[in-house]
């Protein structure tokens, strides 16, 4: 959080006057953060920022210039604070100027000149300071080019001071335009100069003569009065008098002047206490300043002022400074203490989290209040949980005397958190809906409400955690940043057990309500209690699947690992087999309660009203091949629709039913929605190929072993149908992968204008057709992965349709010369004998119909040279064909 600062301040400076050069001390506030954050000093109206050393933010020593005002304030300027004020000002004085070479009892300065054409702290040359106009007549500067005047004078300069100093560029600069009487002036001028010079030191010397010698006099006489009156302290003598007669006047002087200088003290020590009262008022108005700034709510300008105090007076030794600040750092704590109490409290946004995580941040608050807040929430998350089981528990809500249901507060809270969320997951319900619905189910609705409204804040609190978005959005206070990056990674197997929990925890309590039998016996006094309930029927739990699946989708969405979802997943599958089991059971009684529909008449076959009635005979053959079509319809289905737009809600009833028969292959491809479309066709395949095999056949022993009829027609009609779902996915997938391997055959041959009646003697086999065989490859990699079995089916008819398509390409051309038919002839053995383990009948025959179409090879060299190459081939290309070989290991499962 960037915080501005005040503009400079200047309160004094020292000393208060003086001459051009002088050293001068400015002290004020604001005067900068460092000497790059000075870009302005002018005093009386002079620049002197070329002069200025930057000594702190309260302190900057510079020398003053030849100002143009006698009198003027001192202005800073910093990038910080911008344009300063002043309330003080300094006085330039306009001393006689003595020349650096002329003789003078007054001490001058030696300093530093400053170069301000080069802007360098150098020493110049003390010449530089003389007179600008040495002849003492006006200047009238001509109008010649520099450049012209340098070529005129090669290695001369203009300037008097330098060492290669040329008259005539002097004169031709300068006085261009005057008249030879001014430049006879200015030559009279020179020579008196030049005399006043010789006669120097000697009318120095004249001009002091009277002054020397009344010196010499005194201290003569001096020297001989003491020498008569004795080196001894003896009364009487002359030095004694002349002590007596000082310490008398010095008594005197105290006793007249004694009180006006207690008076003087006394306002010089309450001046004193009054400017550091005013020069230091920020630090005594800080305490009450807080104070106020913490009850109005603004903890950003409490933060701005305790960094400012911090940096100020943070090491300082003086006791009353010492004293404020301390008192200080009490509100300070205490405000910590108030920001870390409004975290810990729940509930609250995550804006406001974030925001009371930064304040504690900036104040350097002791130990982690980020790792302290998601602890914090962690513990009401779980609360919330419980207590919407205990609220079920004892009461669903106080009725009205109008029959209305009152929302609790857990309720009001789920509420919330729906709207926060943009809506409940579920439509609107009537106002009749709490009195219809099984508590069950509103319990189940209630806790999915308050884990879907809590949780996302609680991981999005965590990720800002991890990658220091807490402290800074825009990549600031990268100390911070990285400290919070650390803590994170310490701290990942604490979050991770956090979220179990609380997956546990909604598991457990869903469990406690309609699985009580799963749960352990010490588990069943925290999350059973349902014993009374009323049970619950097939719809009411086909609903409540749905709710829990909608939970489990808003985790997901939030990228939760799914191995912490994973007791989500298991409650899942375990409510949908119990679904199956209480739908069957349902469906037992409703036969039972047939006998009541007997009316004991006999027709003239034999059999009453209740064998036409009974579905008992043809129930379950009706039933199980219902169910077997949906389910293959289902399949169809996962394999033909793309991500989003595949609806298994019919699968619901039906498809759990016969999912809980099949291999976990079948289930996977149930959920399989983000597969490509040929991995998908490939595992449908083989979940085709193994409910033909295994589990229609089982079916099929268990209706047989329990006496049921019509197993032949169940088995066939079942059969049947995933066969033909067989073949039409078989004919999908291979259509999407031969078309591509084949259509890519004849661009490859004639890449580069290639000419089978022009070409160059073979070398080897070409790119195109090795580029073919990875692509096979890559085919046997994806069937290999999902089924073993399928391999030999895929690839033979991958192999048909490459053999086909060189069949066809070969009778296409026209005539071959001698070098293309045995490139053409190396290629087709090459091609067929690298996938020999895959030929079929119809790619042999495709084979034999190509190697037919080309010229015969008579030549023992060209036969030779065919088999050379064919070798290399095999030899370079050995790894990648390894694959097309028998295969002894089993497939690798994802």
Not at 110 to 116: A, G, I, P, S, V
Not at 287 to 296: D, G, M, T, V
Not at 571 to 594: I, N, P, Q, S
């Amino acid at each position: 959080m960037s915080r501005a600062r005040q503009p400079p301040l200047v309160t004094g400076i020292s000393p208060k006057e003086g001459a051009a050069w002088t050293k001068v001390t400015i002290r004020g506030e604001n005067l900068g953060t460092g000497p790059a954050d000075l870009i302005g000093l002018s005093i009386c109206g002079h620049n002197c920022l070329l002069t200025a050393e930057w000594m702190s933010a309260s302190k900057i020593v510079c020398r003053v210039g030849p100002a143009k005002d006698d009198k003027g304030e001192i202005i800073v300027t910093t990038k910080s604070g911008g344009l300063g004020t002043s309330t003080v000002s300094f006085k330039l004085l306009r001393p006689e100027r003595i020349g650096i070479l002329d003789q003078s009892a007054v001490w001058v300065d030696e300093m530093n000149y400053y170069d301000m054409r080069t802007d360098r702290n150098k020493g110049i040359s003390p010449l530089s300071l003389r007179p600008s106009n040495p002849l003492g007549i006006d200047l009238d500067k001509g109008k010649i080019p520099q450049k012209d005047m340098e070529l005129t004078f090669p290695g001369m300069s203009g300037d008097f001071t330098s060492e290669n100093f040329s008259a005539t560029w002097y004169l031709i600069e300068n006085h261009s335009g005057s008249s030879f009487d001014q430049l006879k002036l200015a030559a009279s001028n020179l020579k008196k100069q030049a005399t006043k010079k010789n006669e120097g030191s000697l009318a120095y010397v004249k001009g002091g003569l009277s002054t020397f010698f009344e010196a010499q006099d005194a201290l003569a006489a001096i020297h001989q009065r003491l020498e008569s009156d004795g080196t001894e302290r003896v009364e009487g003598s002359m030095t004694q008098r002349l002590e007596n007669i000082l310490n008398r006047a010095s008594d005197t002087a105290d006793t007249l002047f004694q009180e006006v200088l207690g008076r003087k003290d006394k306002a010089d020590s309450t001046r004193n206490a009054l400017n550091v009262l005013q020069r230091f008022k920020f630090l005594f108005n800080l305490p009450l300043n807080i104070e106020r700034n913490i009850q109005k709510g603004d903890y950003d300008v409490v933060i701005n002022d305790y960094e400012k105090a911090k940096s100020l007076f943070g090491n300082t030794e003086v006791p009353v400074f010492k004293k404020v600040y301390a008192e200080v750092e009490t509100r300070i704590g205490a405000l910590r203490s108030l920001l870390l109490e409004k975290l810990l409290q729940t509930p609250s946004t995550l804006h406001d989290q974030k925001r009371y995580i930064r304040y504690l941040s900036d104040l350097h608050a002791p130990g982690d209040p980020a790792w302290l807040c998601i602890y914090a929430q962690h513990k009401w998350i779980l609360q919330l949980m419980q207590n919407c089981r205990d609220e079920f528990i004892v009461s669903v809500g106080a009725v009205d005397s109008e029959g209305d249901t009152r929302p609790s507060a857990l309720g009001r809270l789920g509420h919330t958190a729906s709207l926060k969320r943009g809506g409940s997951l579920r439509t609107p319900r009537p106002r009749t809906w709490r009195f219809e619905t099984p508590q069950q189910v509103q319990f189940v609705e209630k806790l999915s409400d308050v884990v879907i409204g809590q949780l996302p804040n609680f991981w999005k609190l965590w990720i800002s955690y991890v990658n220091g978005s807490l402290f800074s959005e825009t990549g600031e206070k990268s100390g911070q940043v990285e400290k919070s990056k650390k803590n994170a990674r310490q701290r990942q197997n604490d979050f991770k057990k956090m979220i179990e929990e609380m997956t546990h925890r909604l598991v457990k309590l869903v469990r406690g309500a309609l699985l009580p039998t799963t749960l352990p016996q010490t588990d069943l006094n925290l999350y059973g209690g349902w014993e009374n309930k009323t049970e619950l029927t097939g719809a009411w739990l086909t609903q409540i699947i749905h709710t829990v699946r909608g939970c489990h989708d808003a985790l997901s969405a939030l990228e939760i690992p799914n191995d912490l979802l994973q007791v989500i997943q298991d409650l899942l599958l375990e409510m949908r087999v119990h679904c199956l089991m209480v739908t069957l059971l349902h469906t037992a009684e409703d036969v039972k309660r047939l006998a009541e529909k007997e009316d004991w008449v006999v027709d003239n076959e034999g059999i009453t009203s209740l064998q036409t009635v009974s579905p008992m005979s043809d129930m379950p053959s009706k039933t199980h091949i219902n169910i077997s079509i949906v389910f293959i319809n289902c399949l169809e289905q996962l394999s033909t629709k793309t991500n989003g737009d595949i609806d298994t809600s019919h699968c619901d009833g039906y498809g759990q039913g016969l999912g809980n028969t099949l291999s976990p292959k079948v289930l996977t491809s149930i959920n399989v929605f983000l597969c490509v479309q040929e991995q998908r066709l490939l595992i449908i395949l083989s979940n085709c190929q193994y409910l033909e095999r295994r589990t229609f056949l089982n079916l099929a022993d268990h209706f047989e072993k329990h006496g049921f009829t019509g197993t032949e027609k169940i088995t066939q009609v079942s059969v049947d149908a995933v066969r033909q779902l067989d073949r039409n996915l078989f004919e999908a997938y291979i259509e999407r992968r031969a078309d591509p391997i084949a259509g890519s055959l004849e661009p490859g041959i004639y890449a580069g204008y290639f000419d089978w009646r022009d070409c160059q003697p073979p070398t080897g086999v070409r790119n195109y057709l090795k580029e073919a065989l990875v692509n096979i490859i890559t085919v046997h990699a994806e069937v290999f992965t999902v089924s073993k079995d399928l391999v030999p089916r895929v690839l033979s008819r991958i192999v048909e349709s490459v053999a086909d398509e060189m069949c066809r390409l070969m009778q296409c051309v026209s005539s071959f010369s001698k070098n293309g038919a045995l490139q053409a002839r190396l290629e087709l053995c090459a091609l067929r004998d690298a996938i020999a383990a895959y030929l079929n009948s119809e790619s042999n025959s495709s084979f034999k119909l190509a190697l037919d179409a080309l010229p015969q090879l008579h030549s023992g060299g060209d036969k030779k040279l065919l088999e050379e190459l064919l070798n290399k081939f095999k030899s370079s290309m050995q790894l990648q064909l390894t694959c097309f070989q028998p295969a002894c290991v089993q497939p690798v499962k994802r």
